[in-house]
C-alpha cells in the first residue's frame, strides 16, 4: 500500500530551522510530483511547495521564498523541505502530499501523509 510518511517537525524559536522529510513507499513515486501543504490553526490548507520530475522545476508559496527549499532524493525516495529563518506565522501541522498530475500547485492530492506539528514560538 502507498504511504507517505513525514518527520521533523518540533518547537524551535523564531529564527532558526526545521528539516521536514517525507519518506514514500509502497509504489513508485519516482514520476510524480511531491509537496507540503500546511494547515493553522483555524486557517484553510495552504499550498506550501513543490517539487516536479519531468520537467524538473520547483515552486513556493511566496511568503517562504528564499527561505524554504524543498528537494528531494530518488534514491531514498525521500522529499525534504528545509525551513530556515522560521516565523510564528508558520506554525502548522505540514502534510506531505504527490499528485501524478504536473501541476505544481497541487491542485489535486492523490496521496497524504500524517501530517507533522511545527511549532514556531515568537
Known amino acids: 500500500q502507498a504511504q507517505l510518511g513525514e518527520t521533523g517537525g518540533g518547537l524551535v524559536q523564531a529564527g532558526g530551522s526545521l528539516r521536514l522529510s517525507c519518506v514514500a513507499s509502497?509504489?513508485?513515486?519516482?514520476?510524480?510530483?511531491m509537496g507540503w501543504v500546511r494547515r493553522a490553526p483555524g486557517k484553510e490548507r495552504e499550498f506550501v511547495a513543490a517539487?516536479?520530475?519531468?520537467?524538473?522545476?520547483?515552486h513556493e508559496l511566496e511568503s517562504v521564498k528564499g527561505r524554504f527549499t524543498i528537494s528531494r532524493d530518488k534514491a531514498k525516495n525521500t522529499v525534504y523541505l528545509q525551513m530556515n529563518n522560521l516565523k510564528p506565522e508558520d506554525t502548522a501541522v505540514y502534510y506531505c502530499?504527490?499528485?501524478?498530475?504536473?501541476?505544481?500547485?497541487?491542485?489535486?492530492?492523490?496521496?497524504w501523509g500524517q501530517g507533522t506539528q511545527v511549532t514556531v514560538s515568537s
Open positions: 509502497g509504489q513508485s513515486f519516482s514520476e510524480y510530483t
Open positions: 517539487i516536479r520530475q519531468l520537467p524538473s522545476d520547483t
Open positions: 502530499a504527490a499528485t501524478s498530475l504536473g501541476v505544481l500547485t497541487l491542485p489535486i492530492v492523490e496521496y
